[in-house]
């Protein structure tokens, strides 16, 4: 019994970690970013719009919360990823789309001392996304938000407030969707 038991916990240690599948796709309890900090899922979600399911967001943070404020106010090291499930979203829209989110979930005043990052994270987006291409805004403490598009880092936003904007498109008070939202705070 004891070599069984030995056996078992051998076996359930090498495993790897779970992943969750949502609409085929495999969602990473567990990822680790280019700094080498281990990142837990803090949520996961489909984005939809009108009945259709445009993609899947990921929100993976070094110190996972259960609330949208804690989240965003949270100072470690944060990742968003994004598989989209839409057969294409043209470039025009996705920048439409963020600012649209910009605009509803930060205030005008701070939202100025973004405009130029903001204009520059929006040249990063120069085609369409189509279904299984991935997206990923790795936020690194005291640097920025790093923007990789299908697997092309495309380059850094700096700063911290731009990154608490960016995840308020998803957490704010006018979120993208409030089932979405609720999905990444389940923690």
Request: hydrophobic content about 45%.
């Amino acid at each position: 019994m004891r070599v069984l038991s030995l056996i078992l916990a051998v076996v359930l240690y090498a495993a790897p970690a779970w992943a969750v599948e949502i609409a085929g796709v495999d969602v990473e309890e567990k990822v680790v970013n280019d700094a080498g900090t281990a990142l837990l899922l803090n949520g996961a979600g489909i984005r939809t719009k009108f009945f259709f399911k445009i993609y899947i967001t990921e929100l993976y943070m070094e110190n996972p919360q259960k609330k949208a404020a804690q989240v965003i106010a949270d100072n470690g090291a944060k990742r968003i990823v994004m598989h989209f499930l839409y057969d294409e979203v043209g470039r025009d829209q996705i920048v439409e789309a963020w600012q649209e989110g910009f605009t509803a979930n930060t205030k005008e005043v701070s939202r100025q001392g973004l405009e130029q990052r903001i204009e520059k994270f929006n040249a990063m987006f120069t085609e369409d996304m189509k279904e299984g291409d991935i997206i990923i805004f790795d936020y690194f403490p005291g640097q920025g938000t790093t923007v990789s598009i299908k697997g092309e880092v495309k380059g850094m936003i700096d700063g911290k407030n731009f990154n608490d904007a960016l995840l308020a498109i998803w957490l704010g008070e006018e979120p993208v969707g409030e089932d979405l939202k609720r999905a990444l705070l389940k923690r």
